[in-house]
């Protein structure tokens, strides 16, 4: 793929964004970098990683469901989704299963995307902005501190 040096244009005011290290690895491959960064799909390098995002999928589906139905628990979905996981997913959900409970009122998201600056302040809009983020992740499951409606 190429990609032209002046690819925002003479007249753009906004400067190319810096590389993160792990999105220069990842231009190494057109087709990886496409896949995970432009159409954002999740991809695993090894097993482990396979098993993580499987594990990752059924728990944010599960809390999602919880968070809908306005329900701690609800074994049956759980189980419904563990189905048609892999053994090793399998076996670790179910010892999820029995030890955890959710306050539907308290979980603000799942699998959310973050972009913090150097001060740790959100970073909403990077192409408007041009700034790349110093902090990037994904946040597994955020929860409302109880200590926070005092």
């Known amino acids: 793929m190429k990609i032209p040096t002046d690819s ?6 906004r400067p190319i964004p810096r590389l993160s ?17 432009v159409q954002s799909a999740r991809l695993a390098e ?14 944010a589906t ?12 609800d074994v049956e979905v759980f189980d419904g989704l563990m189905r ?23 979980i603000l998201a799942t699998e959310l995307h973050i972009a913090l600056d150097e001060d740790f302040l959100p ?6 902005d041009g700034g790349m983020p110093e902090y990037e992740g994904t946040l597994d499951l955020m929860c409302l501190n109880p ?3 005092a």
């Not at 090894?46 to 728990?59: C, D, F, K, M, T």
């Not at 048609?84 to 308290?106: C, S, Y």
């Open 21 to 37: 290290q792990s999105r220069h690895g990842d231009m190494a491959c057109e087709t990886l970098y496409v896949h995970k960064h």
């Open 62 to 73: 599960y809390t999602n469901h919880l968070v809908s139905a306005r329900r701690s628990t």
């Open 147 to 149: 200590s926070w409606n």
């Open 84 to 106: 048609g996981a892999g053994a090793e997913a399998r076996e670790v959900l179910e010892k999820f299963r029995d030890n955890h409970a959710f306050d539907p009122e308290k």
């Open 8 to 13: 925002l244009g003479s007249a753009d005011p």
């Open 46 to 59: 090894s097993e482990a990683a396979a098993r993580g995002i499987e594990i990752h999928q059924i728990l």
């Open 123 to 128: 970073i909403e809009h990077l192409s408007c």
